[in-house]
């Protein structure tokens, strides 16, 4: 039992959320490592969301907003980590969510959708095995595909993406959209908009943007927007975290504690 006074509960929640979905075949125990190192990013960056990130989701909605044929991909740690609020989205915008996953195995698959379908998901694809097929330049389980979703897309958003994808992607003339609190992983890096962010925070954001916004604007956005720029920016944040004035992080810990 986490009690809600301890000063780390949410994230302590948060964790064994993700334990209890390694249980029930939703998250693959290397998800326990990567969210690891999620958190780690995300400390440093205060845990909020920075101006950067929040550019950062507005060219994302816009790039949603004005694609053909948009997917969001989901895997194991996405699904309880967000699974809700990227329910409530797709529904709300008719963007499909695509189950999609690098330690690929058809209890995990199943499991996700009906957790999915359970929180009232209408528009869920990879789980009909007649419809699976396969990306041409992709080792990895990951290049297994719906042929109503990813296949076709022109624009993808695949949150918490281990790598080898976002690049097969990028090199089929896709636009990729990531969400990676790591600004110098190889997806962050290869995306066409890197949101620098705890995936719990950004689809509701998303979705805020996604319905404000018109297509005008929406193409402007697209034009001005620099992920480069975006990235540099978060690599600069997380740097400054080490100036921290320690004297105060001190006297913040013993006024929390009681202690002075
Ligand atoms: O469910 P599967 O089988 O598809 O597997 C999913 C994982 C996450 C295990 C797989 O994609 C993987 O191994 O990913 P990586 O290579 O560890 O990369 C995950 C990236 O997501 C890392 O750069 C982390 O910093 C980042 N990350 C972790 N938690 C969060 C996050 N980014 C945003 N929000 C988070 N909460």
């Given amino acids: 039992m986490i009690p809600d006074s301890h000063p780390r509960s949410r994230s302590l929640k ?17 998800g326990l490592i990567a969210h690891g190192r999620g958190e780690a990013f995300d400390y ?7 101006v950067f990130a929040l550019n950062a989701i507005k060219a994302a909605a816009a790039l949603l907003k004005t694609a053909n044929h948009p997917v969001i991909s989901v895997n ?27 330690y690929r195995r058809p209890e995990r698959y199943r499991a996700i959708y009906s957790y999915l379908s359970n929180l009232g998901g209408k528009h869920i694809l990879g789980a009909d095995e007649t ?27 695949v949150p918490l993406e281990d790598g080898d994808r976002t690049e097969a992607l990028v090199k089929l003339g896709k636009k990729v959209i990531t969400v990676d609190l790591n600004p110098l992983s190889r997806t962050a890096l290869a995306s066409d908009i890197t949101i620098v962010d ?24 697209l034009e001005n927007y620099d992920n480069s720029f975006i990235i540099k920016e978060a690599l600069e944040t997380i740097s400054s975290a080490w100036k921290v004035d320690l004297n ?4 913040e810990i013993r006024k929390q504690k009681g202690m002075t």
């Fill in 76 to 102: 194991g740690n996405t699904t309880i980590l967000c699974g809700k609020e990227m329910v409530e989205f797709s529904n709300v915008s008719g963007i499909p969510l695509e189950i999609n996953l690098f």
């Fill in 14 to 30: 948060t964790r064994h959320a993700l334990i209890d979905g390694v249980k029930n075949d939703i998250v693959a125990e290397s």
């Fill in 131 to 157: 419809k699976f097929t396969e990306l041409p330049n992709l080792e990895s389980f990951r290049r297994v595909v719906d042929a109503r979703g990813i296949l076709i897309a022109d624009v993808v958003m």
């Fill in 248 to 251: 105060e992080k001190f006297e």
């Fill in 198 to 221: 705890n995936i719990q925070r950004v689809f509701p954001l998303l979705q805020k943007f996604f319905f404000e916004m018109d297509n005008e604007t929406a193409h402007e956005i």
């Fill in 44 to 50: 440093l960056l205060g845990e909020k969301t920075h």
